[in-house]
């Protein structure tokens, strides 16, 4: 995968070369390579922003210099981090896993000049994604994220393929705790049911303590979990955690 970053602050990326990325790196796996926007501008200063037309606070990003360093990238997928883009989620990092090109554009300020992503919408995928409901300085530390959750989806990158396949057999629930040795610690012992051997009641136990976790901290993931996907076991222990579960076939 080529993956070609464009920001005003390339020290931001430095520390990928410690990571997992920097690991795919070397391999070949991954061919990224960090852009400065100065290098595309041409006045004295190397000026990246302006005022905003229509008055408002703060600077944009001009879009002369944004409009060079994309047509010197080339076409990809062009992926812009911003607190108006839809929500990133798994399902997008496994859709960027799967193309060869991707270009990040880290905005700063206010954001980018719209014409900017209007016009590169004109020759190639965008998209605008958010990372959660509240404002970064820029989207470098968002582009990071993103970069880590698809680089780990790469073949021959994670190590253990079994991760990911377990990851997508619970996906729409959090995983349930996990635990190591020592059996116990500071008075506090592992559940004697992972200690048992019992594979069948091991896989009931964490199926039982993802639906109880799902419910008591990400009601909105309960929510649009498919009832369908819900056995007489699973509403069993929903009901004995005292979550209110509508049976199928009732209409609220
Ligand atoms: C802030 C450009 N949803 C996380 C996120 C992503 C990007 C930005 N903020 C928050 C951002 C200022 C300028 C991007």
Excluded at 218 to 234: E, G, H, I, V
């Amino acid at each position: 995968m080529r993956v070609d970053v464009i920001t005003i602050f390339p020290d931001y990326f430095g520390p990928l070369e410690l990571s997992l990325i920097g690991k795919a790196r070397g391999t070949g796996i991954l061919d990224l390579e960090v852009h400065d926007l100065r290098t595309w501008t041409s006045d004295v200063h190397r000026t990246v922003d302006d005022t905003p037309y229509g008055g408002g606070p703060g600077m944009v990003m001009r879009p002369e210099p944004w409009g060079q360093a994309l047509d010197a990238v080339g076409a990809g997928t062009l992926v812009v981090p911003s607190p108006v883009g839809k929500p990133f989620t798994q399902a997008d990092a496994h859709e960027l896993a799967a193309l060869d090109h991707l270009i990040f554009a880290c905005g700063r300020y206010e954001g980018i000049d719209q014409r900017v992503i209007d016009d590169a919408a004109s020759r190639m995928p965008v998209r605008e994604v958010s990372l959660g409901d509240y404002v970064l300085f820029g989207g470098e530390v968002a582009v990071i994220v993103i970069m880590e959750a698809v680089t780990r989806l790469l073949p021959g990158v994670l190590g253990n393929a079994d991760s990911l396949t377990e990851e997508s057999h619970a996906a729409g629930l959090l995983e349930a705790p996990v635990y190591t040795k020592p059996a116990a610690w500071r008075d506090r012992e592992v559940p004697d049911i992972l200690r048992s051997g019992d594979h069948g009641r091991i896989a009931r136990w964490r199926r039982d303590q993802s639906l109880l976790r799902t419910a008591a901290r990400r009601p909105d993931m309960m929510a649009s979990y498919p009832p369908s996907s819900l056995d007489k076991a699973d509403r069993k222990a929903l009901d004995d955690g005292g979550f209110q579960i509508t049976p199928p076939g009732v209409a609220e």
